[in-house]
């Protein structure tokens, strides 16, 4: 019979992060994004026009709130007597978010050098041949359609322009 002891132990072996850290680090990044969301606001006017609100006024007070906010959280749990260090995420839960993870920061990496629609259509496939274990006959079609049909939805429909790349250009858009 395993004790409670030893299980618990096991469980702590296998921990990637505690709560108590990822309280802290999400704090601080939090509070990154609401120094981003001040500093941009004062660039395009955060102050009171003679015609009313800068377009940076109520987007600087937001950052401020968020900024307070995670500085009430990060002090509340440095300043802990308690902390709570249970697992916040065990090393095979955190493989599986690492597998989603990267190959989507590759695919935003990848928007800017080969435009959004030929990134996405390598992502699909990518995902689809990867995790999915999909034959090629069902990941091409879709990989090519998808995109196709979000090209034709943005750029000729809506007329939202997106992120384009070489393929686009050659194409005239």
Do not use: C
């Amino acid at each position: 019979m395993i004790s409670k002891k030893s299980s618990h132990r096991k469980s702590d072996e296998d921990a990637v992060a505690t709560h108590h850290t990822m309280e802290i680090a999400v704090a601080l990044m939090f509070a990154a994004v609401a120094v981003v969301v001040m500093v941009d606001s004062n660039r395009v006017g955060n102050g009171w026009a003679s015609d009313g609100p800068e377009a940076g006024y109520f987007p600087f007070y937001v950052g401020v709130i968020m900024f307070i906010s995670s500085g009430v959280i990060l002090l509340t749990n440095i300043l802990s007597k308690t902390p709570n260090t249970s697992t916040f995420v065990e090393r095979g839960q955190f493989t599986l978010v690492l597998k989603v993870l990267i190959p989507t920061i590759v695919f935003v990496g990848l928007i800017w050098v080969l435009g959004i629609y030929l990134a996405a259509a390598i992502f699909i496939a990518f995902f689809m041949a990867w995790l999915g274990k999909y034959p090629i006959k069902t990941i091409l079609p879709i990989a090519i359609l998808i995109p196709l049909a979000l090209f034709m939805m943005f750029e000729i429909w809506f007329l939202v322009p997106l992120p384009k790349g070489p393929i686009e250009t050659m194409l005239g858009y």
